[in-house]
């Protein structure tokens, strides 16, 4: 009975956020390299119709 204390259960939950935590700082590079690889690509999309202008206009 003495098992379902509030100060076990706040521990517990303490326990859960702490791993919860580590868990949300492992992905944050992995979101941080995603975005600037998504950056990276918008701006190669953008440079790719001038790429392409200047072949169709050495196929002419």
């Known amino acids: ?7 076990k259960r ?7 956020l702490h791993i919860q935590a580590r ?3 492992l992905f944050v590079p992995v979101v941080a ?6 950056a990276l690509a918008g701006n190669d999309r953008k440079s790719v119709p001038d790429v ?8 002419r």
């Open 1 to 7: 009975m003495m098992s379902d204390s509030p100060d």
């Open 10 to 16: 706040s521990s517990e939950w303490r326990a859960i």
């Open 23 to 25: 868990i949300a700082v």
């Open 33 to 38: 390299s995603l975005l600037l690889i998504a």
């Open 52 to 59: 392409d202008r200047t072949v169709t206009g050495s196929v």
